[in-house]
Nanobody, 122 residues
Framework: QVYVVESGGRRVQAGDSLKLSCSAS????????MAWFRQPSGKEREMTAA????????WYIGSVQGRFTLSRDNPKNTVYLQMSDLKPEDAGVYYC???????????????WGTGTEVTVSV
């Protein structure tokens, strides 16, 4: 069975930094593509950052480029999303997801966590 669990969301002030964590079990972790998605309240879900299995290539949506960093620690079966200079438009529920095969920066991910909420106050 494949399980994906994310954590770390909380309320922050605009300009703050925050680090989210995601652990996946039941998979050969290093072979899986991993991604972070987010869904602002009342808006559609969007893929935010992704990292490929095997090769470790990364992709970021343009609005977070230079502010967010996705990293993976394969021995810990964990990926992180380090977010800096948070803006109100970054608020929403963040989901971690995993898949094997296909292109890592395409949003057809197979296995999903249940989300962790980030709120940004001004």
């Amino acid at each position: 069975q494949v399980y994906v669990v994310e954590s770390g969301g909380r309320r922050v002030q605009a300009g703050d930094s925050l680090k989210l964590s995601c652990s996946a079990s039941g998979v050969r972790f290093k072979d899986y593509h991993m991604a972070w998605f987010r869904q602002p309240s009342g808006k559609e879900r969007e893929m935010t950052a992704a990292v490929s299995g095997k090769t470790g290539l990364t992709w970021y949506i343009g609005s977070v480029q230079g502010r967010f960093t996705l990293s993976r620690d394969n021995p810990k079966n964990t990926v992180y999303l380090q977010m800096s200079d948070l803006k109100p438009e970054d608020a929403g529920v963040y989901y971690c997801a995993a898949k094997i095969g296909g292109e890592f920066n395409v949003a057809d991910y197979q296995y999903w966590g249940t989300g962790t909420e980030v709120t940004v106050s001004v």
